[in-house]
């Protein structure tokens, strides 16, 4: 052992990452069982998705965008079932190596080691394990036999045995033991039960380390101290003097803090941050004591093994306390700890000015008399240290046996948690409370267990009462969030904003209380507070950012993140200032959903990605989105997902397809048919088509739409509804449009002209626009005749229209391209055509581009596909071209029934005389 490489690797190794763990849980992580999670819900706005100019009416078209609030909600504790055998592993290894070393003891030490350790697993409650019967004692016989047989033989007959012989078979003799009692067991899952009580042994032979190293800080300040002072004659009685009543002192300040009595402004900490510096110094302490000491329990090497080994079960007894949150055992080790280190830093102390003053100060090597005599430091200062122990626990009322008491109530329920069993973890969590309240775990865990067992007022009183007596940031979550779910909305605030008081901006709370300010109409107070909130949390700025868009006042963080939802929200902040998003964010959102298993979430990005304009072929997005909608976790969203395959339509100038889509959902969606419908109604009159959208908006008013407004009476009015447009306008008091007070004369001739767009002939429209005086409503006309009736114009004619536009607008290359040659079967001509329109390449995607169906027709040569086209453009456009070349088609194909009935709804709006002008034109 004194040579040994791979032992000294090893205890280090032991040490250290027992450090790092414990250092971890103490600074960053302090209650690892907390399950705090950010649950995602999902809010609509309305986003312009597009805009409608017709002259003096303007309106957006509107559609749904998602934004992704997180609300934090206190989930059951977390369960860290593998690092419970990790450790349960560690210390039976550790006392493994324990008894091992006990071996090399003298006679009396060893007898009293073997008394120890009988007592310890006696106190283990491994008679819990009920072989045999109810807590009957052959789990302890069993241990008892797997570990002091072979103890006491190496003892007696084993002493030239080399020790990494006696550690394998105290090894498999010990582990064979508890394989055995974990078979032979009866009860649920035996292996958690023995894993979690093996706390009870870890911390026992870490306390026995913490008691042997009491002094170990002070004497090994004065062993460095002696050593610096070799021939220089310092004055160390002043020194250590001084260091004795600042650490004696720091110890009562953390003595009165852990009583909760501390009211001085000091700042405070954890006592086992001690642990590092009394293991570091204590092993200078020790090196120096087994150099001086005659009689020792064993050889020196033993000795330090053993230390090493306490140094080591201590690190890792704190990374155990955190992860179980067994707050109770902790409190317990650390008043033990303070205690200790009190009572034998202060006998120490004296023994040092009692004995070593007057030859403190002469600057010899007077550590090396530190432990002469042995019985000084192990008798007068030891039995001194336990009586200021014992007086420190009759000063703090003998807490320390309440906190042992609530401590195995708390690894017992531990291990009812982790199999299930409800009923006897809650109640071993309440018992574990009501004997030590600073038990956070227990009180949280007790009432999420009633809330599960189906008994909600009482868990709402442990709640309320740990709200009174020891408020917890869980439990103030758990009991707004039960209040919210029962629609006590305003108990949840009153809670939340108690809970701020006593957590100032607390970011769980915070954001909570945010948020539910804006379901009680306080949203002035919910940005104010969410705004305020000092801190950068992502699930904070997320909301920011998504509740600024919710109160119609969207921005563009400069700051990009990564998050998805941020992202998410981010894009519909976009959208709602109808924006043109970044390219990098749309790629970024894509590649996020595309392993994305939340439905919410594919469901919310999909639809914001889709709700800009888009005229690329739309086919591979709507096949994308179908497969979606097929997916069984995606069936909650099916409806969503169809809505955003129409947006989709929309964006891709597809008309036909999106009308048809949306009166689809309206059928199949009752109970909001009316906002399917209306869009629809919104999208027909972007088209011109006035009279379909008045009777689209009637029948979304009959399925329970009431946002009326001032563009739908200027509808209603030009699809020759007067009587409508009144009756909207006294139900819903409608504003009448600015426009109505205009005094220019264009406007009323431009709205003629527009009401009746489509089913008037070029011809006809032409007259009535050279009529218009000059202004931007005979542009607007102008437009909308090349856009809408190039097929039944002449180049002249397109060119004088082009004239006029230029001259407003400017030089329009495309325009100039098509109506230099107007030829709608020829491809460039087309393709100028859809650029300077900005359609789809689709022909047939919108049916009231009229010259774009012609195309097609032309395109294709068999009448009977003309004839299809030309139906379906007709279920929509009234143009009275588009109908004679139907008519002419249905005949081609040998359907004159249908080109007779055709011939007669035409007739229905056009003059005779305009049908035979258009005849002998060859249409």
């Avoid at 300010?517 to 705004?531: A, C, P, R, W």
């Avoid at 119609?552 to 976009?574: F, R």
């Avoid at 894509?590 to 939340?598: C, G, I, M, R």
């Amino acid at each position: 052992m004194k040579t040994s490489t791979l032992f000294k690797i090893t205890a280090l190794l032991f040490i250290i990452l027992g450090g790092i763990f414990a250092l971890y849980y103490l600074i960053f992580n302090t209650q690892p069982y907390v399950n705090i999670q950010a649950a995602s819900f999902l809010d609509s706005i309305s986003i312009p998705f597009d805009w409608v100019q017709i002259g003096p009416i303007s309106f957006p078209i509107q559609v749904d965008n998602f934004l992704v609030f997180q609300e934090y909600k206190a989930l059951s504790p977390k369960i860290y079932l593998t690092e419970s055998y990790i450790y349960a592993c560690i210390v039976w290894i550790g006392a493994v190596s324990v008894l091992t070393l006990l071996t090399e003891f003298k006679k009396t030490y060893f007898i009293l080691g073997g008394i120890a350790w009988i007592v310890l697993l006696t106190f283990s409650d491994f008679n819990g394990m009920n072989i045999g019967g109810q807590s009957t004692n052959y789990p302890l016989i069993i241990l008892l036999g797997a570990t002091l047989i072979p103890l006491i033989y190496f003892h007696i007959w084993g002493q030239k045995i080399h020790l990494t012989i006696k550690w394998f078979f105290l090894f498999v003799s010990t582990f064979s033991g508890l394989a055995i009692l974990i078979k032979l067991s009866p009860i649920t899952s035996p292996e958690i039960y023995f894993a979690e009580h093996s706390l009870t042994i870890g911390f026992c032979l870490a306390l026995a380390w913490v008691f042997w190293n009491g002094h170990s800080i002070l004497s090994g300040i004065y062993i460095l101290l002696a050593r610096v002072n070799h021939n220089l004659n310092l004055n160390i009685t002043a020194q250590i003097s001084i260091i004795s009543l600042l650490y004696i002192g720091t110890l009562f300040i953390l003595l009165l803090d852990l009583q909760g009595g501390m009211n001085l402004p000091l700042p405070t900490f954890s006592p086992l941050f001690f642990l590092l510096p009394l293991g570091i110094l204590g092993w200078i302490s020790i090196g120096e004591k087994v150099l001086q000491s005659e009689e020792l329990v064993s050889t020196p090497a033993v000795i330090k093994a053993l230390y090493l080994l306490g140094f080591g079960l201590s690190l890792w007894l704190v990374w155990k306390l955190k992860l179980s949150g067994n707050q109770p055992g902790e409190e317990l080790f650390k008043h033990l700890l303070v205690y200790s280190q009190i009572g034998f830093t202060l006998f120490f102390y004296v023994y040092l000015l009692a004995n070593f003053m007057s030859v403190m100060n002469s600057g010899k090597a007077i550590e090396k008399v530190l432990y002469k005599p042995y019985s000084l430091v192990y008798y007068h200062v030891r039995i001194g240290g336990l009586i200021v122990i014992l007086v420190l626990t009759t000063y703090t009322g003998g807490i320390i046996g309440v906190q042992a008491s609530a401590m195995t109530s708390n690894i017992l329920a531990d291990y009812y948690y982790q199999i299930d069993k409800k009923l006897e973890a809650s109640i071993l969590y309440e018992n574990a409370w009501i004997r030590y309240r600073k038990n956070p775990k227990a009180k949280f865990a007790t009432a999420q267990l009633l809330f599960e067992l189906k008994q909600p007022t009482l868990a709402k009183e442990h709640l309320e009462e740990s709200m009174v007596n020891v408020p917890q940031v869980d439990n103030i979550l758990l009991l707004s969030d039960r209040l919210h779910q029962e629609n006590n909305v305003f108990d949840a605030i009153y809670f939340l904003e108690r809970g701020l008081d006593i957590f100032p901006n607390e970011p769980h709370l915070l954001n909570n209380l945010s948020l539910l300010y804006t379901k009680v109409n306080k949203s002035t107070e919910s940005l104010e507070l969410m705004k305020n909130n000092g801190h950068d949390n992502p699930v904070l700025n997320s909301n920011l950012s998504a509740l600024k868009t919710k109160l119609g006042q969207p921005e563009i963080s400069p700051i990009q993140s990564s998050d998805l939802i941020t992202q998410i929200n981010a894009l519909a902040s976009s959208n709602a200032l109808a924006n043109v998003p970044p390219k990098a964010l749309l790629q970024s959102i894509k590649d996020h959903l595309e392993t994305e298993d939340s439905p919410m979430l594919i469901n919310a990005g999909w639809r914001n990605l889709f709700s800009q304009i888009d005229r690329d072929d739309p086919s591979k997005d709507l096949v994308y989105l179908d497969s979606l909608g097929q997916k069984p976790e995606m069936l909650d969203y099916l409806m969503s997902l169809q809505e955003t395959s129409v947006i989709r339509s929309m964006a891709a100038g597809r008309v036909t397809e999106a009308v048809k889509n949306l009166n689809g959902l309206a059928f199949r969606n009752p109970n909001d048919a009316g906002y399917y419908l209306q869009l629809s109604g919104t999208i027909l009159a972007q088209n011109l088509d006035f009279q379909k959208s008045a009777n689209e908006f009637i029948a979304a008013e009959e399925k329970g739409f009431q946002g009326f407004n001032t563009q739908h009476w200027s509808i209603f009015g030009l699809a020759g509804m007067p009587e409508k447009a009144l009756e909207i306008r006294e139900t819903y008091q409608v504003q009448l449009p600015s426009y109505l007070a205009s005094e220019d004369a264009a406007i009323p001739e431009y709205l003629n002209i527009i009401s009746n767009f489509h089913q008037t002939s070029p011809q006809m429209l032409l007259s009535q626009w050279r009529a218009l005086p000059e202004s931007e409503l005979k542009t607007d006309i102008a437009i909308r005749l090349v856009a809408h009736k190039a097929h039944g114009l002449t180049q002249g004619e397109l060119k004088e229209l082009s004239i006029l536009i230029t001259a407003k607008i400017g030089p329009l290359d495309e325009l100039e391209i098509f109506v230099n040659n107007p030829d709608l079967k020829n491809k460039d001509a087309v393709k100028s055509f859809i650029s300077w329109i900005r359609s789809s390449d689709d022909l047939v995607a919108n049916p009231y581009l009229s010259p774009l169906i012609i195309s097609a027709v032309e395109i294709n040569t068999d009448p009977l596909t003309q004839y299809e086209i030309l139906n379906a453009a007709t279920e929509f456009n009234r143009d009275p071209i588009l109908w004679l070349e139907k008519i002419s088609a249905a005949r081609a194909s040998g359907l004159d029934n249908y080109a007779d009935e055709s011939l007669e709804i035409l007739k229905q709006w056009i003059s005779m005389e305009e049908l035979e002008s258009l005849q002998n034109l060859n249409y």
